[in-house]
């Protein structure tokens, strides 16, 4: 036995020193003859492109659902809420989005890549573009100044990127709305034959990606138009006609009944389903209008016989002192867990630029019929939800344009909100913007009774890129009250 292993010990040795005497000969064609021509080293755009628009879709829906929902006080959770209750620096269901915008931003940015070194992806680098340019919108309107112009650059060494200012993120070269344009530039300019493979939201439909462009750039120069003159440059948009018109243009794409590509929560436990309920606000506005949609995005009370009461709860209530029964409120409509083929991943849609194009009309910013628009909106927002419009609702029910000395604005912006259910954070970024729907005060605030005005960077960064994130909060600390750069309301 031990001459044996002695044996083998003397045979490794010979070949590690006869390894090692090789092993400057065999360097420079190392990486020829140890590549597994079945495992490449770079994923195939198509494959990215599906992977983002899939990941971010899906991951920024489920946000929407579990945090986002809460701070436009479309749902309210009954327990495990200190989220609801505004304390963001501890989420739980949900109130991370920070990995999910830049996992995408990371593997868009590759797309990017492989569309400008090789001419053979240059179809991909229009929507690559325009998908940074979306993505980083997100990104911006949620925590305000982030990592941008440095970041994504972990491959040449840089792992502690600085902030930039959210102005420079929107309105710099290669910002937000200068890769829209460079987008639309490269869709127009692109000739090759290469089809844009992967492409889940538009079927590899060039011009449709410009459309979805042109609207975007829309909703960008809303979103900044109180900081900003930007009249010229939506006239211009609004004039050309090309921006999402019907359902049939939207930028979105179906969830299914099953699985793997249901929505998250068909998924999730009964009872951590239960925990989510219609907010007190929603129900408000839903029944001042005698909107039907009530019943898609909502279920009746578990306590009533008839199957007709619906009922919301206040938003952020302290559960350790309130009991709560959760077959006294609304759940989530069946659409979210049982019937999630009908609904959709949302990057954009008619109704949203229809709205948008309404309150550009107006506030005097373009020269269109804001009553037009509205109405359009809130018939294609109707139609998305899968609810009949009734005939009198935009005749004599309170949504009617103007109505009982209503403030268009208002209502146009709360009609949105309405059909935003589960679009990530947008019902409360537009809400920021423009301070409706009018909120309530949440019942047992962990914010002084304010509502935050912004998310919290991740405690990460403080730990991983401490310099920058000191620099990023000197002034206002990390603070969700703090205002960003678009933020005048």
Same mark, same amino acid.
């Given at each position: 036995?031990?001459?044996?292993?002695?044996?083998?010990?003397?045979?490794?040795?010979?070949?590690?020193?006869?390894?090692?005497?090789?092993?400057?000969?065999?360097?420079?064609?190392?990486?020829?003859?140890?590549?597994?021509?079945?495992?490449?080293?770079?994923?195939?755009?198509?494959?990215?492109?599906?992977?983002?628009?899939?990941?971010?879709?899906?991951?920024?829906?489920?946000?929407?659902?579990?945090?986002?929902?809460?701070?436009?006080?479309?749902?309210?959770?009954?327990?495990?809420?200190?989220?609801?209750?505004?304390?963001?620096?501890?989420?739980?269901?949900?109130?991370?989005?920070?990995?999910?915008?830049?996992?995408?931003?990371?593997?868009?940015?590759?797309?990017?890549?492989?569309?400008?070194?090789?001419?053979?992806?240059?179809?991909?680098?229009?929507?690559?573009?325009?998908?940074?340019?979306?993505?980083?919108?997100?990104?911006?309107?949620?925590?305000?100044?982030?990592?941008?112009?440095?970041?994504?650059?972990?491959?040449?060494?840089?792992?502690?990127?600085?902030?930039?200012?959210?102005?420079?993120?929107?309105?710099?070269?290669?910002?937000?709305?200068?890769?829209?344009?460079?987008?639309?530039?490269?869709?127009?300019?692109?000739?090759?034959?290469?089809?844009?493979?992967?492409?889940?939201?538009?079927?590899?439909?060039?011009?449709?990606?410009?459309?979805?462009?042109?609207?975007?750039?829309?909703?960008?120069?809303?979103?900044?138009?109180?900081?900003?003159?930007?009249?010229?440059?939506?006239?211009?948009?609004?004039?050309?006609?090309?921006?999402?018109?019907?359902?049939?243009?939207?930028?979105?794409?179906?969830?299914?009944?099953?699985?793997?590509?249901?929505?998250?929560?068909?998924?999730?436990?009964?009872?951590?389903?239960?925990?989510?309920?219609?907010?007190?606000?929603?129900?408000?506005?839903?029944?001042?209008?005698?909107?039907?949609?009530?019943?898609?995005?909502?279920?009746?009370?578990?306590?009533?016989? $008839?199957?007709?009461?619906? !009922?919301?709860?206040?938003? /952020? *209530? =302290?559960?350790? #002192?309130?009991? +709560? @029964?959760?077959?006294?409120?609304?759940?989530?409509?069946?659409?979210?867990?049982?019937?999630?083929?009908?609904?959709?991943?949302?990057?954009?849609?008619?109704?949203?630029?229809?709205?948008?194009?309404?309150?550009?009309?107006?506030?005097?910013?373009?020269?269109?019929?804001?009553?037009?628009?509205?109405?359009?909106?809130?018939?294609?927002?109707?139609?998305?939800?899968?609810?009949?419009?009734?005939?009198?609702?935009? $005749?004599?029910?309170?949504? !009617?344009?103007?109505?009982? /000395? *209503? =403030?268009?604005? #208002?209502?146009? +912006? @709360?009609?949105?909100?309405?059909?935003?259910?589960?679009?990530?954070?947008?019902?409360?970024?537009?809400?920021?913007?423009?301070?409706?729907?009018?909120?309530?005060?949440?019942?047992?605030?962990?914010?002084?009774?304010?509502?935050?005005?912004?998310?919290?960077?991740?405690?990460?960064?403080?730990?991983?890129?401490?310099?920058?994130?000191?620099?990023?909060?000197?002034?206002?600390?990390?603070?969700?009250?703090?205002?960003?750069?678009?933020?005048?309301?």
């Amino acid at each position: 036995m031990n001459t044996q292993n002695s044996a083998r010990r003397i045979l490794t040795l010979i070949l590690v020193l006869l390894i090692g005497a090789g092993i400057n000969s065999c360097t420079r064609n190392f990486e020829d003859i140890n590549l597994n021509p079945n495992a490449p080293t770079e994923v195939q755009p198509s494959l990215l492109l599906r992977q983002v628009i899939y990941s971010y879709g899906e991951g920024m829906s489920y946000e929407g659902y579990v945090a986002g929902n809460l701070l436009g006080q479309y749902f309210t959770e009954v327990d495990f809420n200190l989220f609801d209750r505004h304390s963001l620096t501890e989420p739980q269901y949900g109130g991370n989005p920070w990995p999910i915008l830049y996992t995408n931003l990371r593997d868009n940015e590759l797309i990017l890549k492989s569309a400008q070194e090789n001419q053979v992806y240059a179809v991909y680098e229009g929507p690559a573009r325009i998908l940074k340019a979306y993505m980083t919108a997100a990104l911006t309107d949620i925590y305000g100044d982030v990592p941008y112009s440095e970041a994504l650059q972990g491959q040449q060494g840089n792992v502690t990127p600085a902030y930039d200012a959210q102005e420079d993120i929107y309105t710099s070269a290669y910002g937000i709305l200068d890769n829209l344009d460079l987008g639309i530039g490269a869709l127009l300019n692109y000739s090759g034959a290469q089809k844009l493979e992967g492409d889940i939201l538009f079927n590899g439909d060039l011009a449709a990606w410009i459309t979805f462009a042109n609207s975007l750039k829309i909703k960008y120069l809303m979103r900044i138009s109180g900081v900003k003159n930007v009249s010229a440059e939506l006239q211009s948009i609004y004039d050309s006609g090309d921006y999402l018109n019907s359902n049939s243009q939207n930028a979105t794409y179906d969830f299914t009944d099953g699985q793997p590509n249901n929505f998250r929560m068909a998924t999730l436990r009964a009872g951590d389903f239960n925990l989510f309920v219609m907010s007190k606000t929603m129900e408000e506005i839903l029944k001042m209008n005698n909107d039907p949609r009530m019943a898609v995005m909502y279920r009746p009370i578990g306590n009533d016989s $008839t199957g007709t009461v619906y !009922a919301g709860l206040l938003n /952020g *209530q =302290d559960a350790s #002192q309130t009991s +709560i @029964t959760v077959a006294d409120y609304s759940l989530g409509g069946t659409i979210f867990r049982d019937h999630t083929g009908d609904l959709d991943a949302n990057f954009l849609t008619a109704w949203e630029t229809h709205f948008l194009l309404a309150e550009a009309a107006a506030r005097g910013y373009i020269n269109g019929n804001a009553q037009t628009h509205y109405e359009t909106g809130v018939q294609l927002a109707f139609d998305y939800w899968h609810t009949a419009l009734p005939a009198t609702y935009l $005749t004599t029910d309170s949504a !009617a344009y103007g109505s009982f /000395g *209503q =403030d268009p604005i #208002q209502q146009i +912006i @709360t009609q949105k909100w309405i059909a935003n259910t589960i679009n990530g954070y947008e019902g409360w970024i537009e809400y920021r913007r423009t301070g409706f729907p009018v909120l309530k005060p949440v019942a047992a605030s962990l914010n002084n009774g304010l509502i935050p005005v912004r998310m919290p960077y991740p405690t990460d960064e403080d730990v991983l890129n401490n310099i920058n994130f000191l620099s990023a909060t000197s002034i206002n600390g990390n603070s969700v009250n703090s205002r960003v750069w678009w933020d005048v309301n």
